[in-house]
C-alpha cells in the first residue's frame, strides 16, 4: 500500500501543477482588453442585471449634457431634447404587432447577432433609450455584443462612458467618417455571424429581433428589415405605422412608404408573411456577415449620409439576394424633419454625389432618367467608380431592366428623359433664387440679368422637367397655396407634390393645379426692385405674366457612360400603386415652418394619445394570451394612488382592492353598463369630486359626447381586468388605462358608488380620471369648467347669477335647445367642508342642471328650474320640492309628467329660489353661449386656434411674447369675442390653484397693421391700456368675454412663471344673415340644418373611431345622405369633396377633425340658404342668380367681381341649360372666399389690396376683411 502511495505521488503533483498553470492562463485571458486605443470591452460579462445596472450612473451621465431651462429644445438634435428627457430609459412602449405575431414561436438555436449602432452628437437619452430597449426586450443568448461606433461626436465620453453597460463596445473615429464607412468599421470587428444595423435613437419593441433572425437563418441571402413605427420628435410618443407597407422611390432616387396595391394585399394570405420591397430605408435591418462581405459592404467613397440604402437595395436584389419587411418585428425610430449635423459639402452636394455613384453602377440606361429629374446632378464629380463597377461584373449580376421587370415594376418608365435649361426672363431681367442657409424656404425676385465667364450666373439657371417641375439643384418651385395671389417660393422637390407643378403655355408658365399664372406683384413701396414672385388669374393682356422662354428649347441630354450593362429594351409604363399622401404644409420662415427633409416620416394612423404610453390592445391582448388579468403599474393598487388625505382616521386594515366580480362573489355577473348610461347611476362616495360627476351627470344626456369617453366594452367579451376610458386636454384626446381593481373598506365601496350593484362604468371611470389627475385625492375639490372641458373638449360659458340681469329661463332652455352641458355649484356655508343646510341643498357643492320649464300656477307662470345632486340622495326642501304644497296646487296638465316622487338627487326649484341659493352657473358647448339676451341656438361662430408653448424667464415685456393677431370684421351689441385657454397636463401640479399664465389683449391702430407676423417694440413702447373682459379662471382653462368694436386686436402672452403648453382659441361671432330658418322640404336638399347639436352626432356617425376625423370619401357619403335626401339629384361628387377637404383642412393632412368639420357645416348651412331662396327656386339654382347669390353670402361680405369674371363662373358652373347644382354652388361660394382671403393677406393695410394700372382690368374693389372661420 505504501509502495502505491509513493508511485502516485508524481504524477498526482504534475497533474496538480497543470491545473495551476491552466488556471492563470484563463484567468490571464478573460482579463485580456484589446491593446488598440479604440476598442474598449467592459471588464465585466453577463451577471445579474441590477448589478450591472447598479455599476452604470445613469443619473450622472445624462444631467452632464441636459436640457437647460430657456435654451431651444430642438436646436442640438433636431428633436425635443426636453421631451426625451423627462422619459425614462427603460419606459414601456405599446406592443404594436399584430396579435398573430405573438402566437408565433421560433427555433431555440438561432445565430446570436452583432448590434452596430453608428452615430454622430447624438443626444444622451435617446442613445441611451436605444440600448436600454434592446437589452430589456431581447434574448440575452441572440445578443452577441453591441458595438457603438462613435462617428467623431464633440463629447467622447458620450460612447466611452456606455461600455459599463452589458454586451457593449465602444469604437471612435478620429475624424469624421460618416455613416457608410463607420458601419463598415463596426462590422469588420462583430464577431457574432448575422450584423444588425440599427440608428441611435431608436427602441425596439418586443421579440423584434426572433423573427428577423429567423428568416435570415432560413435563407442567408435575404437582407431583414422590421415595420419601422414612430416616435414622435415632439412628444415622443410611439405611434403604431401601418403594417402593410413597403419602401419605394422615384427617378430623383428620392425614398418613399407605398401602400402594397390591392393584388399585393390579395395575394397575402397571412398578414405575418414577409413583405417584398424594392428598396429599405437603410438605417434598421438584419444580414448575414458572410453575405454582407461577399456582396461588397458598402460602397465606401460615398460620404457622410444618404443614398447608401438604394446602392445597397440594388446591389442585394441584382445580384442574387431578396429584402424583406417582417410585420412580426417592430421598432420604434424618431424620424427628424432636418439633419442636426453639417454636411461638409453640404445636404444637397452629398446625396447627389451618393446618388450618382448609385446611378451609374447600378442603373444602366435607366440612370438617363435619374439626370432627367435631377439636371445638376450633370455637372456634379462622384469620385471613381471603376472597382464597384468591377465588383459587379465579378459577382455576375442582373441588370436593371431585370430589376424593373422582376421586382419594381410598379415604377412606370417616362416617355421623355430631356433637360430643359437656362434662364427666366422678364424683359431685361431674370427669375432668380435668393438661397440663404439653414433656411428651408428660399423667396424669388427679379434682378438683372448677370452672366459670369460667358455663362448665365448659377442662381439665375432654371431646369424645366419631365415630371413639370421648374428647379435650381435640389429646390422647387412651389406656391404656398392655390389661391390668387399665393407667394411662389423655393422648397425641396418632391415628385407629385401638385403645388410644385407647372406648364409652359405660350410665354405663359401655368401653375397646373390652380391653373394660375406665375405672375410679379407689385408690393412693398411700389419700386419696380420690390416686385414679389406670385400666382394670379391668367391673363394674356398682362406684361407681367409673360416670360422669354427661348432658353428652354433646346434640350440638354444625359450622358451615356459605357458599361458592359447596356440595353434598348424599355419596360411598359404599368399602374402605379405609388398613394400619395398629403403634402407638409408650406410656411413662410416663420417660427413655425418645418418642410420635410430626406427623412420622410411614416404615413401613420392618427392616433389619440396614450396617456403612460400604454395601449390598452396591446395589454388586453397580452393578457388575454397568457390568462392573466390586467394590474397596472402604473396606478398601482397601493394607498398612494388613494391619497392620505382621503385616509385619515380610517383603518387601514381593512382596505383592499377589488375587482368587481369579486365584489360580487358570485352571485350575479358584473356590467360594464346596464340598460343605458344614465346620471342616476351615480352616486358620490369619500372623495370631494362632486365637481367631477356633476359634469359626469350632465354628460349622461349627451350621448355624443358620453359614447367618445365611455367606449365600448364590457366584462365579457375579451374581458382581462383592463379598461381604458378618453378625456380632452389641451386640444386632444387622451386614452387612460386602468385595471378594475377597485378600494374597498369595510366591504363597502371608498368612492363612487353605482346605483346598481351590478354596473360599474361609474366607479371605473372615476377611476381613470383620478389617474389622469395623479391620485384620487387630487380629485378633492376641484372646478366645474375643467371637468366639462375634460369630458366634452368645449368651451364653458360662465354666468355669475348675482351680478348678471340676463333672463335666466330663456339662457337655460336657449342652452339646453342648443345641447349644451350644464351645471352649477352652491353659496359657502359656515365651514369650508360641503355640509347639508336646513333647505337640503349642500354648501360648497355642485350640481347638474337638467332642464327648465314655465308651469302654470296660480293664474300665472312660474319658472323652474330641475336640478341633480350627485349625492344621488338629499334634495331641496323649499318651494317646488317633492311633495310641496306647490306641486298640489298647480292644475297644469304637464303636472304628471314634470313631477316625480323619487328619492334619487333630481328635484325642481323656482328660478328665483335658484338665484338666491346658487352663485355661478357654468354652461358648456362646442361654440359659445353668449352672456346677452339674444342669445340663439342659430349664432354663428368662427373659431382660430393656436396650439404653442411659453418658455419662462421672459424680463423683456410684450415684445418677446407669443403674438396673436385677429380681426373683428363688423360691430355687434354684448359680447362678440371670446378666448379660452386650456394649459396642458404635463403643467399641471397638483397643488396649484392659479392659472400658470397671465395675457392681455391690445387694439391694432392702422398704422401697425401691416405686420402680420409679430408687431415691432415700438407698437409696446407706448402706453396702451388692454381689452377688460369677463374673466372666468381656474387652475387649467381661463375664459374670458368681450366686446370688441371692430378693427385688429394682437393677444399677448407672457410672464409664465413657468414652462407652459397651452391651447388658445378665439370665438369671433358672426353676423346673422335675415334668413327663414323654416323652409318647405325641397326635393333636393333638406330644410334646414341645426348648426350646432346635430351635426356633431352626424360627424361622429361618419367619423373614424380612432382618428375623430372624416376624409372626402366619408365627407362624400355625409353629404350627399345627410343634405341630398329625397329624390335622386346630382350629388356630391368625390372630386369636389376633396376640394372642399382642401379648403377646409388647416392641418393639411386630408381630413377634417371636428372642428374643422364645424367651420365647413356652418358654411354649407348658409349655402343652403342661398340655395333655397333663390327667387326662381324649383329644386334648381340657375346661373343668372350668381350675382345674387354671391351678394347674400354672409363669409362673401365685401368682396366684388367683374362682369367679365362672373361670366366665367357661369360657363364653369352651371351646365347646358343654366342650371347650377347645389354641389356646384357650394365650390363656387367657398372658393371665392379663399380667393378673398389669398387677397387679404397680401393687403398692405388690412383692409384691401392696392392693384397697379396694368392690373385694373380685374376691376376687383378693396375687400373688407372676410370672416375667419
Known amino acids: 500500500m505504501r509502495r502505491l502511495s509513493r508511485r502516485l505521488v508524481l504524477p498526482i503533483f504534475g497533474v496538480l501543477w497543470i491545473t495551476v498553470l491552466l488556471f492563470f492562463w484563463v484567468t490571464k485571458k478573460k482579463l485580456e482588453v484589446p491593446t488598440g486605443p479604440e476598442v474598449q470591452t467592459p471588464k465585466i460579462s453577463d451577471g445579474d442585471w441590477d448589478d450591472l445596472w447598479d455599476q452604470f450612473d445613469e443619473r450622472r451621465y445624462l444631467n452632464a449634457k441636459k436640457w437647460r431651462v430657456g435654451d431651444d429644445p430642438y436646436k442640438l438634435y433636431a428633436f425635443n431634447q426636453r421631451e426625451?428627457?423627462?422619459?425614462?430609459?427603460?419606459?414601456?412602449?405599446?406592443?404594436?404587432?399584430?396579435?398573430?405575431?405573438?402566437?408565433?414561436?421560433?427555433?431555440?438555436?438561432?445565430?446570436?447577432?452583432?448590434?452596430?449602432?453608428?452615430?454622430?452628437?447624438?443626444?444622451?437619452?435617446?442613445?441611451?433609450?436605444?440600448?436600454?430597449?434592446?437589452?430589456?426586450?431581447?434574448p440575452m443568448n441572440l445578443i452577441q455584443e453591441i458595438i457603438l461606433v462613435d462617428d467623431f461626436s464633440n463629447d467622447p465620453e458620450d460612447c466611452k462612458q456606455l461600455i459599463k453597460l452589458p454586451k457593449v463596445k465602444c469604437l471612435r473615429n478620429n475624424e469624421r467618417q460618416g455613416l457608410v464607412r463607420s458601419r463598415i468599421r463596426g462590422a469588420d470587428i462583430a464577431q457574432g455571424t448575422t450584423l444588425t444595423f440599427l440608428d441611435s435613437h431608436c427602441e425596439v419593441n418586443r421579440d423584434w429581433l426572433q423573427p428577423l433572425l429567423h428568416r435570415v437563418k432560413e435563407d442567408y441571402t435575404r437582407v431583414v428589415c422590421p415595420v419601422i413605427d414612430i416616435i414622435h420628435l415632439d412628444t415622443f410618443n410611439y405611434i403604431e405605422s401601418a403594417s402593410e407597407l413597403r419602401g419605394g422611390f422615384d427617378w430623383s432616387l428620392h425614398f418613399q412608404w407605398e401602400q402594397l396595391t390591392p393584388e399585393q394585399k390579395a395575394r397575402r394570405l397571412d398578414p405575418t408573411e414577409p413583405i417584398r420591397t424594392p428598396i429599405i430605408a437603410g438605417g434598421l435591418f438584419v444580414m448575414d456577415k458572410s453575405w454582407f462581405y461577399y456582396l461588397g459592404k458598402y460602397d465606401t467613397d460615398m460620404d457622410i449620409w444618404g443614398g447608401e440604402n438604394f446602392e445597397i437595395s440594388f446591389r442585394?436584389?441584382?445580384?442574387?439576394?431578396?429584402?424583406?419587411?417582417?410585420?412580426?418585428?417592430?421598432?420604434?425610430?424618431?424620424?427628424?424633419?432636418?439633419?442636426?449635423?453639417?454636411?461638409?459639402?453640404?445636404?444637397?452636394?452629398?446625396?447627389?454625389?451618393?446618388?450618382?455613384?448609385?446611378?451609374?453602377?447600378?442603373?444602366?440606361?435607366?440612370?438617363?432618367?435619374?439626370?432627367?429629374?435631377?439636371?445638376?446632378?450633370?455637372?456634379?464629380?462622384?469620385?471613381?467608380?471603376?472597382?464597384?463597377?468591377?465588383?459587379?461584373?465579378?459577382?455576375?449580376?442582373?441588370?436593371?431592366?431585370?430589376?424593373?421587370?422582376?421586382?419594381?415594376?410598379e415604377l412606370r418608365v417616362p416617355k421623355d428623359s430631356s433637360i430643359h435649361k437656362g434662364s427666366i426672363r422678364q424683359r431685361q431681367k431674370c427669375l432668380e433664387a435668393q438661397k440663404q442657409k439653414d433656411q428651408e424656404i428660399s423667396n424669388l425676385k427679379l434682378s438683372p440679368c448677370v452672366k459670369t465667364e460667358g455663362k448665365d450666373a448659377k442662381s439665375q439657371i432654371w431646369a424645366f422637367t419631365y415630371t413639370q417641375q421648374i428647379l435650381q439643384e435640389e429646390l422647387c418651385l412651389s406656391v404656398i397655396t392655390l389661391f390668387p395671389g399665393a407667394p411662389v417660393v423655393l422648397v425641396l422637390c418632391k415628385n407629385g407634390d401638385k403645388r410644385q407643378q407647372w406648364t409652359k403655355t405660350g410665354s405663359r408658365i401655368e401653375h397646373m393645379a390652380s391653373h394660375l399664372c406665375l405672375d410679379t406683384d407689385m408690393f412693398g413701396d411700389g419700386t419696380e426692385t420690390s416686385r414679389e414672385v406670385v400666382i394670379n388669374p391668367c391673363e394674356s393682356s398682362l406684361m407681367s405674366q409673360h416670360w422669354d422662354l427661348k432658353a428652354f428649347d433646346d434640350a440638354v441630354q444625359a450622358p451615356h457612360y459605357k458599361t458592359c450593362f447596356c440595353g434598348t429594351a424599355t419596360v411598359p409604363p404599368p399602374v402605379s400603386s405609388i398613394t400619395l399622401y398629403p403634402a407638409e404644409r408650406l410656411q413662410p420662415s416663420f417660427k413655425t415652418g418645418r418642410i420635410m427633409a430626406h427623412n420622410q416620416q411614416f404615413p401613420a394612423k392618427t392616433p389619440i394619445i396614450k396617456f403612460k404610453e400604454q395601449d390598452f390592445y396591446s395589454l388586453r391582448d397580452h393578457c388575454l394570451n397568457r390568462g392573466l388579468l390586467f394590474e397596472d403599474e402604473t396606478f398601482p393598487a397601493e394607498t398612494y394612488s388613494i391619497g392620505l388625505q382621503l385616509l385619515k382616521g380610517k383603518n387601514l386594515s381593512n382596505l383592499s382592492w377589488m375587482r368587481p366580480k369579486d365584489l360580487l362573489k358570485g352571485k350575479s355577473e358584473p356590467l360594464f353598463i346596464l340598460e343605458g348610461a344614465s346620471r342616476f347611476d351615480i352616486q358620490q362616495g369619500e372623495a370631494g369630486d362632486c365637481w367631477f360627476l356633476a359634469a359626469l351627470g350632465a354628460l349622461t344626456q349627451s350621448p355624443q359626447y358620453l359614447q367618445k369617453i365611455l367606449i365600448d366594452q364590457s366584462f365579457s367579451y375579451q374581458y382581462a381586468g383592463i379598461f381604458h376610458f378618453r378625456f380632452w386636454r389641451c386640444g386632444q384626446w387622451v386614452e387612460v388605462v386602468i385595471d378594475d381593481r377597485l378600494p374597498v373598506l369595510n366591504n363597502e365601496y371608498l368612492f363612487v358608488k353605482p346605483r346598481n350593484k351590478r354596473e360599474f362604468w361609474p366607479c371605473l371611470l372615476e377611476k381613470a380620471y383620478a389617474k389622469f389627475h395623479g391620485s384620487y385625492a387630487n380629485l378633492h375639490y376641484g372646478y366645474l369648467p375643467d371637468a366639462l372641458v375634460d369630458l366634452t373638449g368645449g368651451v364653458v360659458t360662465n354666468i355669475s347669477l348675482h351680478s348678471s340681469s340676463s333672463d335666466l329661463m330663456t339662457m337655460v332652455k336657449t342652452a339646453a335647445e342648443a345641447g349644451s352641458l350644464m351645471t352649477c355649484s352652491t353659496l359657502a356655508g359656515p365651514t369650508s367642508e360641503s355640509v347639508m343646510m336646513a333647505n337640503g341643498l349642500v354648501s360648497r357643492h355642485a350640481y347638474t342642471v337638467t332642464g327648465a320649464e314655465q308651469i302654470e300656477y296660480r293664474r300665472s307662470w312660474e319658472y323652474l328650474i330641475r336640478l341633480w345632486n350627485p349625492w344621488g340622495k338629499i334634495e331641496w326642501r323649499g318651494r317646488w320640492s317633492d311633495w310641496s304644497p306647490e306641486w298640489q296646487e298647480t292644475h297644469d296638465q304637464r303636472k304628471s309628467q314634470l313631477y316625480e316622487d323619487k328619492d334619487n338627487g333630481e328635484f325642481w326649484m323656482s328660478c328665483q329660489d335658484f338665484r338666491d341659493n346658487f352663485f355661478g352657473l357654468f354652461i358648456c358647448n362646442q361654440v359659445p353661449i353668449s352672456l346677452d339676451h339674444g342669445s340663439t341656438p342659430h349664432e354663428r361662430w368662427s373659431q382660430m386656434m393656436f396650439k404653442d408653448h411659453l418658455i419662462p424667464g421672459n424680463t423683456e415685456g410684450y415684445q418677446r411674447g407669443m403674438q396673436y393677431i385677429f380681426s373683428v370684421p363688423d360691430s355687434m351689441e354684448n359680447n362678440n369675442v371670446i378666448m379660452s385657454f386650456n394649459i396642458g397636463p404635463q403643467n399641471l401640479k397638483a397643488k396649484d390653484r392659479t392659472f400658470p399664465l397671465k395675457y392681455e389683449v391690445f387694439k391694432v391702430r392702422q398704422y401697425f397693421q401691416h405686420f402680420q407676423d409679430r408687431l415691432p417694440s415700438t407698437f409696446f413702447s407706448q402706453f396702451r391700456i388692454a381689452e377688460k373682459g369677463i374673466v372666468s379662471e381656474t387652475t387649467c382653462n381661463l375664459t374670458e368675454c368681450f366686446s370688441l368694436s371692430p378693427g385688429t386686436y394682437v393677444v399677448v402672452v407672457s410672464e409664465g412663471r413657468e414652462a407652459v403648453e397651452f391651447l388658445l382659441r378665439i370665438f369671433l361671432k358672426m353676423p346673422n344673415s335675415d334668413r327663414n330658418l323654416m323652409l318647405a322640404v325641397l326635393p333636393y336638399i333638406q330644410a334646414s340644418l341645426p348648426e350646432n347639436g346635430s351635426q356633431q352626432s352626424i360627424f361622429y356617425k361618419y367619423a373614424q373611431q380612432q382618428g375623430l376625423d372624416i376624409d372626402a370619401t366619408q365627407l362624400q357619403s355625409l353629404l350627399n345622405r345627410e343634405f341630398l335626401r329625397g329624390p335622386p339629384g346630382d350629388p356630391f361628387s368625390l372630386d369636389e369633396c376633396r376640394s372642399l377637404v382642401a379648403l377646409m383642412d388647416l392641418k393639411v393632412n386630408g381630413r377634417l377633425d371636428q372642428e374643422e368639420f364645424s367651420r365647413l357645416w356652418s358654411r354649407l348651412v348658409h349655402c343652403q340658404s342661398v340655395f333655397q331662396n333663390s327667387p326662381k327656386n324649383a329644386g334648381v339654382f340657375l346661373s343668372s342668380d350668381l350675382w345674387k347669390a354671391i351678394r347674400d353670402t354672409d363669409f362673401l361680405a365685401g368682396i366684388s367681381i367683374t362682369s367679365e369674371l362672373l361670366d366665367l363662373m357661369k360657363l364653369r358652373y352651371s351646365d347646358s341649360t343654366g342650371r347650377v347644382s347645389f354641389p356646384s354652388l357650394v365650390c363656387l361660394l367657398m372658393r371665392l372666399e379663399a380667393m378673398a382671403k389669398a387677397f387679404q393677406n397680401l393687403s398692405k393695410d388690412g383692409k384691401g389690396l392696392y392693384l397697379t394700372e396694368m392690373e385694373v382690368n380685374k376691376n376687383t374693389q378693396n375687400l373688407k376683411e372676410p370672416g375667419k372661420g
Open 316 to 409: 442585394v436584389w441584382m445580384c442574387g439576394g431578396s429584402l424583406e419587411i417582417v410585420p412580426c418585428s417592430r421598432v420604434g425610430h424618431v424620424f427628424r424633419k432636418k439633419h442636426p449635423y453639417i454636411f461638409p459639402d453640404g445636404n444637397a452636394n452629398t446625396y447627389i454625389k451618393n446618388t450618382k455613384r448609385t446611378a451609374e453602377v447600378w442603373m444602366d440606361e435607366y440612370k438617363q432618367y435619374y439626370y432627367a429629374s435631377r439636371p445638376f446632378a450633370l455637372e456634379r464629380p462622384f469620385g471613381n467608380i471603376e472597382s464597384r463597377l468591377n465588383l459587379r461584373k465579378n459577382l455576375q449580376c442582373q441588370s436593371f431592366k431585370w430589376y424593373l421587370e422582376n421586382v419594381y415594376p
Open 84 to 138: 426625451s428627457e423627462r422619459i425614462a430609459s427603460n419606459r414601456v412602449v405599446p406592443d404594436t404587432r399584430l396579435f398573430r405575431c405573438t402566437l408565433l414561436v421560433y427555433c431555440a438555436d438561432l445565430p446570436p447577432t452583432s448590434i452596430i449602432i453608428a452615430f454622430h452628437n447624438e443626444a444622451r437619452s435617446t442613445l441611451l433609450r436605444t440600448i436600454r430597449s434592446i437589452l430589456n426586450r431581447t
